[in-house]
């Protein structure tokens, strides 16, 4: 799964993904970015 890393400034591949959920009940993905090690999140299911 992919997501765009503020820090690099470019989509990468999540690393380490987790499937959550929000506050209001809506689902998530975060992980780590695979090339600084920044953190990344995606709202919506984990494909």
Do not use: L, W
């Not at 990468?12 to 929000?22: L, V």
């Not at 689902?27 to 600084?36: F, P």
């Amino acid at each position: 799964m992919k997501a765009f890393c503020m820090k690099c400034r470019k989509e990468i591949e999540i690393k380490d993904p987790q499937a959550i959920r929000m506050k209001n009940g809506a689902a998530a993905t975060r992980g780590s970015c695979s090339s600084c090690g920044g953190k990344v999140f995606r709202v919506g299911k984990q494909q």
